[in-house]
């Protein structure tokens, strides 16, 4: 642990505007981590991060906006990640077009038609456990879903602004400490520059998903 490394190139102003120093640093971390080879996978996502929102869909909403925007093809690289982080989950749009993104996670192929009750209650389900509420009221689900399972794409985006005006905070909180959470460490001695590894038997190494478990120091570099 602590092995000094090279100071990465300065985020584009849109990421450092947006995506603040230290959130950039851990999802460095989270990066290396789900992305040995370079290139983040929907696949990682889907298979290291905890259920509680459609990775997979994510992973198309974040390649969909850096190509929008002209960047290099190839896959998620780390630049081209936090910048679709940037520009969707931590966009300055509107409540309705947050609404929208978040609609656009859960509709699969259909993005203008309604959601319908299936699709809203996972939606609806998958807000409450990020948010650290549990699966919710069953009576408060129940009457949200009864009353915007069929409503149009944009009449839903309208509703949710209006009537669940937390919503968008609660995706972009759980999308980012998700992400912020894997790799994490912890260590008993201040970090210092260095180019050699270093800690006690204090050290430890913190996995959060798909299931928590604390790595402790084997006194070995092996």
């Known amino acids: 642990m602590g092995a000094e490394e090279s100071k990465p190139a300065a985020p584009p102003g849109e990421v450092s505007e947006r995506i603040n120093s230290v959130e950039l640093s851990e999802l460095r971390v989270a990066f290396s981590t789900l992305a040995p080879d370079g290139v983040l996978t929907a696949e990682a996502l889907t298979s290291a991060l905890p259920p509680v929102l459609p990775w997979e869909e994510l992973h198309r ?42 609609r656009s996670l859960y509709a699969g192929g259909d993005r203008d038609g309604p959601l319908g009750a299936d699709r809203l209650t996972a939606l609806l389900s998958g807000a409450m456990r990020a948010s650290g509420g549990g699966e919710g009221d069953d009576t408060a689900l129940g009457a949200a879903v009864a009353d915007a399972a069929e409503l149009p794409a944009a009449e839903w985006d309208r509703w949710a602004a209006d009537q669940l005006p937390a919503l968008g905070t609660a995706f972009e909180t759980s999308v980012i400490e998700a992400l912020c959470a894997v790799g994490r460490a912890f260590v008993d001695s201040a970090w210092k520059p260095t180019d050699k590894y270093f800690g006690g038997a204090g050290c430890a190494l913190l996995q959060l998903a798909p299931a928590f478990h604390v790595h402790r120091p084997t006194g070995s570099l092996e």
Do not use: I, K, Y
């Not at 093809?73 to 993104?101: E, N, P, Y």
């Open 61 to 102: 909403v974040l390649l969909e906006a850096v190509a929008a925007r002209g960047h290099p093809g190839g896959g998620l690289g780390f630049d081209a990640f936090v910048l679709g982080l940037a520009l969707t989950v931590r966009s300055r749009q509107s409540a309705r077009q947050r609404m929208g993104l978040l």
